[in-house]
Protein backbone atom coordinates (compact mmCIF):
# COMPACT_ATOMS: atom_id res chain seq x y z
CA UNK A 1 0.00 0.00 0.00
CA UNK A 2 1.80 3.42 -1.11
CA UNK A 3 2.18 5.50 2.24
CA UNK A 4 0.56 9.27 1.64
CA UNK A 5 2.10 10.26 5.22
CA UNK A 6 5.09 11.91 4.62
CA UNK A 7 6.98 10.78 7.93
CA UNK A 8 5.59 7.05 7.67
CA UNK A 9 7.34 7.28 4.13
CA UNK A 10 11.00 8.60 6.17
CA UNK A 11 10.45 5.45 8.32
CA UNK A 12 10.12 2.96 5.87
CA UNK A 13 12.96 4.65 4.24
CA UNK A 14 12.81 7.05 1.84
CA UNK A 15 14.73 9.74 1.44
CA UNK A 16 13.70 13.74 1.85
CA UNK A 17 15.42 17.03 0.49
CA UNK A 18 12.85 18.39 2.96
CA UNK A 19 12.71 15.90 5.57
CA UNK A 20 9.42 15.90 7.95
CA UNK A 21 9.77 16.80 11.23
CA UNK A 22 7.81 17.13 14.49
CA UNK A 23 9.52 17.96 18.05
CA UNK A 24 9.38 16.03 21.69
CA UNK A 25 7.28 18.17 23.55
CA UNK A 26 5.90 20.06 21.17
CA UNK A 27 2.86 20.64 23.42
CA UNK A 28 4.07 22.35 26.68
CA UNK A 29 4.72 25.15 28.46
CA UNK A 30 6.24 27.09 25.97
CA UNK A 31 2.80 27.89 24.13
CA UNK A 32 0.59 30.60 25.88
CA UNK A 33 -2.31 28.43 24.18
CA UNK A 34 -0.87 24.84 26.57
CA UNK A 35 -0.97 26.97 29.80
CA UNK A 36 -4.71 28.07 29.01
CA UNK A 37 -5.50 24.55 28.60
CA UNK A 38 -3.68 23.46 31.31
CA UNK A 39 -5.25 25.93 33.57
CA UNK A 40 -8.57 24.74 32.53
CA UNK A 41 -7.80 21.18 33.41
CA UNK A 42 -7.24 22.11 36.68
CA UNK A 43 -3.48 20.42 36.76
CA UNK A 44 -1.30 18.02 34.82
CA UNK A 45 -2.78 14.98 35.57
CA UNK A 46 -6.18 15.68 34.96
CA UNK A 47 -5.44 17.42 31.79
CA UNK A 48 -3.71 13.25 31.02
CA UNK A 49 -7.01 11.82 31.67
CA UNK A 50 -9.53 14.57 29.92
CA UNK A 51 -10.36 12.71 26.74
CA UNK A 52 -11.07 16.39 25.10
CA UNK A 53 -8.49 18.55 26.98
CA UNK A 54 -5.90 16.18 25.94
CA UNK A 55 -6.77 16.11 21.98
CA UNK A 56 -6.64 19.88 22.41
CA UNK A 57 -3.24 20.60 23.46
CA UNK A 58 -1.95 17.43 21.16
CA UNK A 59 -3.55 19.87 18.61
CA UNK A 60 -2.27 22.96 19.08
CA UNK A 61 1.34 22.67 17.89
CA UNK A 62 0.02 21.00 14.69
CA UNK A 63 -2.28 23.70 13.80
CA UNK A 64 0.53 26.29 14.60
CA UNK A 65 3.04 24.89 13.01
CA UNK A 66 1.66 22.19 11.06
CA UNK A 67 4.48 19.55 11.74
CA UNK A 68 4.00 15.94 10.24
CA UNK A 69 3.41 14.45 13.14
CA UNK A 70 1.00 14.62 16.80
CA UNK A 71 2.39 12.53 19.74
CA UNK A 72 -0.64 11.84 21.96
CA UNK A 73 -0.42 14.41 25.10
CA UNK A 74 -0.02 11.92 28.43
CA UNK A 75 3.61 10.70 30.31
CA UNK A 76 5.51 7.84 31.00
CA UNK A 77 4.44 7.99 34.30
CA UNK A 78 0.65 7.37 33.73
CA UNK A 79 1.84 3.66 33.60
CA UNK A 80 3.05 3.13 37.44
CA UNK A 81 0.04 5.22 38.81
CA UNK A 82 -2.01 2.70 36.86
CA UNK A 83 0.34 -0.30 38.23
CA UNK A 84 -1.12 1.23 41.61
CA UNK A 85 2.15 3.73 42.73
CA UNK A 86 1.25 7.24 44.25
CA UNK A 87 1.83 10.13 41.43
CA UNK A 88 2.05 13.84 42.02
CA UNK A 89 3.26 16.83 40.58
CA UNK A 90 4.97 19.46 42.74
CA UNK A 91 4.69 22.67 40.76
CA UNK A 92 8.01 23.91 39.54
CA UNK A 93 9.97 21.03 40.58
CA UNK A 94 8.39 17.45 38.77
CA UNK A 95 6.81 14.58 39.92
CA UNK A 96 6.82 12.55 42.79
CA UNK A 97 6.11 8.64 43.36
CA UNK A 98 5.80 6.36 46.03
CA UNK A 99 9.17 4.22 46.23
CA UNK A 100 9.69 0.82 45.48
CA UNK A 101 12.75 -0.41 48.03
CA UNK A 102 12.06 -3.76 48.12
CA UNK A 103 9.96 -6.56 47.67
CA UNK A 104 7.00 -5.30 49.56
CA UNK A 105 6.80 -2.41 47.44
CA UNK A 106 6.58 -4.72 44.33
CA UNK A 107 4.04 -6.98 45.90
CA UNK A 108 2.13 -3.91 46.64
CA UNK A 109 2.06 -3.39 42.26
CA UNK A 110 -1.25 -4.27 40.30
CA UNK A 111 -0.55 -7.23 38.11
CA UNK A 112 0.40 -5.86 34.23
CA UNK A 113 -2.94 -6.67 32.86
CA UNK A 114 -4.77 -4.21 35.49
CA UNK A 115 -3.99 -1.11 33.65
CA UNK A 116 -6.86 -0.80 30.98
CA UNK A 117 -8.84 0.49 34.24
CA UNK A 118 -6.57 3.72 35.20
CA UNK A 119 -5.49 4.09 31.12
CA UNK A 120 -9.00 3.97 29.40
CA UNK A 121 -9.13 7.82 28.99
CA UNK A 122 -5.49 7.74 27.07
CA UNK A 123 -7.08 5.02 24.70
CA UNK A 124 -10.17 7.75 23.92
CA UNK A 125 -7.80 10.17 23.63
CA UNK A 126 -6.00 8.65 20.54
CA UNK A 127 -9.49 7.31 19.23
CA UNK A 128 -10.33 10.97 19.05
CA UNK A 129 -7.64 12.16 17.59
CA UNK A 130 -7.18 9.86 14.78
CA UNK A 131 -10.53 10.95 13.73
CA UNK A 132 -9.75 14.69 13.95
CA UNK A 133 -5.87 14.99 12.92
CA UNK A 134 -5.34 16.35 9.32
CA UNK A 135 -4.66 13.06 6.70
CA UNK A 136 -1.19 13.97 6.14
CA UNK A 137 0.05 14.27 9.77
CA UNK A 138 0.72 10.88 11.76
CA UNK A 139 -0.46 9.87 15.24
CA UNK A 140 2.58 8.93 17.36
CA UNK A 141 1.72 6.55 20.74
CA UNK A 142 4.37 6.23 23.39
CA UNK A 143 5.94 4.94 26.62
CA UNK A 144 8.71 5.12 28.71
CA UNK A 145 10.96 2.46 28.48
CA UNK A 146 11.13 -0.16 31.60
CA UNK A 147 14.61 1.19 32.75
CA UNK A 148 13.32 5.08 32.71
CA UNK A 149 10.00 4.04 34.36
CA UNK A 150 11.64 1.96 37.08
CA UNK A 151 13.93 4.73 37.88
CA UNK A 152 11.50 7.13 39.19
CA UNK A 153 9.16 4.39 40.75
CA UNK A 154 12.42 3.53 42.87
CA UNK A 155 13.58 7.03 43.73
CA UNK A 156 9.62 8.71 43.61
CA UNK A 157 11.14 11.20 41.75
CA UNK A 158 13.55 12.33 38.84
CA UNK A 159 17.17 12.10 39.64
CA UNK A 160 20.40 13.27 38.39
CA UNK A 161 22.59 9.67 38.06
CA UNK A 162 19.41 7.44 38.55
CA UNK A 163 21.47 6.44 42.14
CA UNK A 164 18.48 4.55 43.84
CA UNK A 165 18.22 2.32 40.91
CA UNK A 166 21.33 1.67 40.65
CA UNK A 167 21.42 0.68 43.75
CA UNK A 168 18.29 -1.79 44.05
CA UNK A 169 19.70 -3.30 40.70
CA UNK A 170 23.06 -4.06 42.85
CA UNK A 171 21.63 -4.68 46.10
CA UNK A 172 18.50 -6.70 45.52
CA UNK A 173 17.99 -8.05 41.73
CA UNK A 174 15.71 -9.99 42.76
CA UNK A 175 13.02 -7.25 43.39
CA UNK A 176 14.85 -4.87 40.23
CA UNK A 177 14.81 -7.51 37.55
CA UNK A 178 10.78 -8.71 38.67
CA UNK A 179 9.74 -4.39 38.42
CA UNK A 180 11.70 -4.48 35.04
CA UNK A 181 9.35 -8.25 33.99
CA UNK A 182 6.05 -6.22 35.27
CA UNK A 183 7.00 -2.98 33.40
CA UNK A 184 7.90 -4.26 30.17
CA UNK A 185 4.64 -6.56 30.06
CA UNK A 186 2.55 -3.57 31.51
CA UNK A 187 4.31 -1.63 28.08
CA UNK A 188 3.56 -4.48 25.84
CA UNK A 189 0.01 -3.78 26.77
CA UNK A 190 -0.39 -0.10 26.72
CA UNK A 191 1.18 0.24 23.69
CA UNK A 192 -1.07 -2.35 21.70
CA UNK A 193 -4.25 -0.65 23.49
CA UNK A 194 -3.04 2.35 21.93
CA UNK A 195 -2.36 0.81 18.28
CA UNK A 196 -6.04 -0.70 18.32
CA UNK A 197 -7.22 3.06 19.44
CA UNK A 198 -5.36 4.16 15.94
CA UNK A 199 -1.63 4.99 17.38
CA UNK A 200 0.31 5.11 13.82
CA UNK A 201 3.97 4.99 15.13
CA UNK A 202 5.03 3.77 18.41
CA UNK A 203 7.99 6.00 20.35
CA UNK A 204 9.82 3.95 23.46
CA UNK A 205 11.21 6.78 25.71
CA UNK A 206 14.57 5.74 27.19
CA UNK A 207 15.72 8.73 28.75
CA UNK A 208 17.67 7.74 31.28
CA UNK A 209 19.19 5.35 29.09
CA UNK A 210 22.36 6.60 28.92
CA UNK A 211 23.56 5.84 32.66
CA UNK A 212 23.50 2.03 31.99
CA UNK A 213 26.96 0.67 30.75
CA UNK A 214 28.46 -2.26 29.15
CA UNK A 215 26.32 -5.61 30.41
CA UNK A 216 24.11 -3.64 32.06
CA UNK A 217 22.79 -1.26 29.15
CA UNK A 218 22.64 -4.52 26.53
CA UNK A 219 20.49 -6.26 30.06
CA UNK A 220 18.47 -3.26 30.86
CA UNK A 221 17.77 -1.19 27.91
CA UNK A 222 18.20 -3.62 24.61
CA UNK A 223 16.75 -6.65 25.80
CA UNK A 224 13.63 -5.02 27.25
CA UNK A 225 13.23 -2.76 24.17
CA UNK A 226 13.54 -5.57 21.58
CA UNK A 227 11.33 -7.60 23.75
CA UNK A 228 8.89 -4.28 23.39
CA UNK A 229 9.50 -3.98 19.81
CA UNK A 230 9.77 -8.01 19.17
CA UNK A 231 5.94 -8.25 21.04
CA UNK A 232 4.46 -4.95 19.10
CA UNK A 233 5.62 -6.59 15.62
CA UNK A 234 4.42 -9.85 15.78
CA UNK A 235 0.95 -8.65 16.10
CA UNK A 236 1.15 -5.73 14.00
CA UNK A 237 4.52 -6.05 12.06
CA UNK A 238 3.41 -2.71 9.80
CA UNK A 239 3.14 -0.43 12.34
CA UNK A 240 7.06 1.23 12.92
CA UNK A 241 8.64 2.10 16.06
CA UNK A 242 11.15 4.58 17.28
CA UNK A 243 13.58 3.88 19.83
CA UNK A 244 15.35 6.50 22.34
CA UNK A 245 17.75 5.07 24.15
CA UNK A 246 18.94 8.63 25.21
CA UNK A 247 22.76 9.35 25.24
CA UNK A 248 23.72 5.73 24.65
CA UNK A 249 26.75 7.33 22.84
CA UNK A 250 28.25 4.17 20.92
CA UNK A 251 25.68 2.13 22.56
CA UNK A 252 23.25 3.74 19.81
CA UNK A 253 25.36 1.97 16.69
CA UNK A 254 23.27 -1.25 16.19
CA UNK A 255 20.53 -0.63 18.81
CA UNK A 256 17.78 -0.45 15.70
CA UNK A 257 19.04 -3.40 14.16
CA UNK A 258 19.54 -5.15 17.42
CA UNK A 259 16.10 -3.93 18.39
CA UNK A 260 13.88 -4.59 15.26
CA UNK A 261 13.28 -1.11 15.91
CA UNK A 262 12.43 0.96 12.80
CA UNK A 263 14.15 4.29 13.41
CA UNK A 264 16.84 5.39 16.56
CA UNK A 265 16.04 8.85 17.66
CA UNK A 266 19.50 10.56 18.88
CA UNK A 267 20.18 12.79 21.61
CA UNK A 268 22.27 16.04 20.92
CA UNK A 269 25.41 14.41 22.49
CA UNK A 270 26.31 13.20 19.43
CA UNK A 271 27.05 14.99 16.16
CA UNK A 272 25.06 14.62 13.12
CA UNK A 273 28.24 13.33 10.66
CA UNK A 274 29.12 10.83 13.43
CA UNK A 275 25.32 9.40 13.37
CA UNK A 276 25.12 9.74 9.74
CA UNK A 277 28.34 7.51 9.22
CA UNK A 278 27.77 4.51 12.24
CA UNK A 279 23.91 4.92 12.99
CA UNK A 280 21.95 6.06 9.60
CA UNK A 281 23.94 3.02 7.77
CA UNK A 282 21.09 0.98 9.10
CA UNK A 283 17.92 3.07 8.41
CA UNK A 284 15.93 5.82 9.47
CA UNK A 285 16.99 8.48 12.31
CA UNK A 286 15.32 11.47 14.06
CA UNK A 287 17.07 14.33 15.39
CA UNK A 288 18.85 15.93 16.82
CA UNK A 289 19.20 19.90 17.41
CA UNK A 290 20.22 21.09 20.86
CA UNK A 291 16.92 22.30 22.40
CA UNK A 292 18.69 25.25 23.66
CA UNK A 293 18.82 26.60 20.21
CA UNK A 294 15.14 27.40 20.94
CA UNK A 295 15.59 29.42 23.30
CA UNK A 296 18.64 31.46 21.54
CA UNK A 297 17.36 31.68 18.43
CA UNK A 298 19.25 34.18 15.90
CA UNK A 299 21.79 32.60 13.04
CA UNK A 300 23.22 29.82 15.03
CA UNK A 301 19.93 28.54 15.23
CA UNK A 302 19.36 28.59 11.12
CA UNK A 303 23.08 27.19 10.90
CA UNK A 304 22.84 24.43 13.32
CA UNK A 305 19.21 23.07 11.91
CA UNK A 306 21.02 23.29 8.09
CA UNK A 307 24.11 21.44 9.18
CA UNK A 308 21.89 18.94 10.70
CA UNK A 309 19.82 18.31 7.34
CA UNK A 310 22.70 18.87 5.35
CA UNK A 311 24.26 15.98 7.74
CA UNK A 312 21.72 13.48 7.52
CA UNK A 313 20.71 13.78 3.73
CA UNK A 314 21.65 10.86 2.51
CA UNK A 315 19.64 8.51 4.21
CA UNK A 316 16.06 8.58 5.71
CA UNK A 317 15.43 11.28 8.58
CA UNK A 318 12.92 12.75 10.75
CA UNK A 319 14.24 15.90 11.95
CA UNK A 320 13.88 16.64 15.65
CA UNK A 321 15.22 18.28 18.44
CA UNK A 322 17.82 16.24 20.65
CA UNK A 323 15.30 16.38 24.02
CA UNK A 324 12.05 18.68 24.86
CA UNK A 325 11.75 21.78 23.95
CA UNK A 326 12.11 23.60 27.07
CA UNK A 327 9.44 26.27 28.82
CA UNK A 328 11.75 28.84 27.78
CA UNK A 329 11.94 28.77 24.32
CA UNK A 330 10.69 31.26 21.91
CA UNK A 331 7.75 30.33 20.19
CA UNK A 332 8.66 31.82 16.88
CA UNK A 333 11.92 30.08 17.00
CA UNK A 334 9.93 27.06 16.24
CA UNK A 335 9.11 29.22 13.21
CA UNK A 336 12.32 29.90 11.86
CA UNK A 337 13.62 26.58 12.28
CA UNK A 338 10.98 25.02 10.35
CA UNK A 339 12.03 28.12 7.98
CA UNK A 340 15.65 26.91 7.60
CA UNK A 341 14.17 23.16 7.32
CA UNK A 342 11.59 23.52 4.80
CA UNK A 343 12.83 27.20 2.92
O1 LIG B 1 3.69 21.43 34.04
C1 LIG B 1 3.33 20.77 33.06
O2 LIG B 1 2.44 21.14 32.27
C2 LIG B 1 3.94 19.43 32.94
C3 LIG B 1 5.12 19.35 32.03
C4 LIG B 1 4.99 18.01 31.33
C5 LIG B 1 4.53 17.78 30.03
C6 LIG B 1 4.07 18.83 29.03
C7 LIG B 1 5.27 16.75 31.91
C8 LIG B 1 5.69 16.47 33.29
N1 LIG B 1 4.98 15.78 30.97
C9 LIG B 1 4.53 16.37 29.81
C10 LIG B 1 4.04 15.69 28.60
C11 LIG B 1 4.85 14.61 28.04
N2 LIG B 1 5.81 13.87 28.69
C12 LIG B 1 4.71 14.12 26.73
C13 LIG B 1 3.59 14.58 25.80
C14 LIG B 1 3.71 14.83 24.44
C15 LIG B 1 4.70 15.84 23.89
O3 LIG B 1 5.89 15.48 23.81
O4 LIG B 1 4.26 16.91 23.48
C16 LIG B 1 5.69 13.11 26.57
C17 LIG B 1 6.01 12.31 25.33
C18 LIG B 1 6.36 12.97 27.82
C19 LIG B 1 7.40 11.98 28.09
C20 LIG B 1 8.15 12.03 29.36
N3 LIG B 1 7.71 12.34 30.63
C21 LIG B 1 9.51 11.63 29.48
C22 LIG B 1 10.33 11.09 28.34
C23 LIG B 1 10.90 12.16 27.48
C24 LIG B 1 11.91 13.07 28.13
O5 LIG B 1 11.59 14.26 28.25
O6 LIG B 1 13.01 12.60 28.47
C25 LIG B 1 9.89 11.77 30.82
C26 LIG B 1 11.23 11.48 31.43
C27 LIG B 1 8.74 12.22 31.54
C28 LIG B 1 8.64 12.45 33.00
C29 LIG B 1 8.24 13.84 33.28
N4 LIG B 1 6.96 14.29 33.15
C30 LIG B 1 6.91 15.63 33.40
C31 LIG B 1 8.24 16.07 33.69
C32 LIG B 1 8.62 17.47 34.06
C33 LIG B 1 9.06 14.93 33.59
C34 LIG B 1 10.56 14.91 33.74
C35 LIG B 1 10.94 14.78 35.17
C36 LIG B 1 12.44 14.82 35.38
O7 LIG B 1 13.00 15.89 35.24
O8 LIG B 1 13.05 13.79 35.69
Redesign the pocket.
Known sequence: MAQAKKLMRALAGEMHAVPPVW???????YLPE??AT?AEAGD?LS??YNPDLATE??LQ?IRRYGFDAA???????LVPQALGADLW?V?GE??RLSTITGPEGLAALKPAGAIHETLAPVYETVRILSRELPAETTLIG?A?APW?VAT?MIAG???PDQGPAHGLRQNDPATFDALMERLTEATIIYLSAQIEAGAEVI?L?D??AGSLKGEAFTRYALEPAKRIVGALKAAWPHVPVIV?P?EAGDNYVGFARATGADCVALDNSVSADWAAANVQTDGCVQGNLDPRHMVTGGQDLVDETRRIVEAFRKGPHIFNLG??IT?EADPDNVHRMLEAIRG
Open positions: LMRQAGRYKRFLCVTPILFADILFTGPFGTYRGTKFSWFRHGP
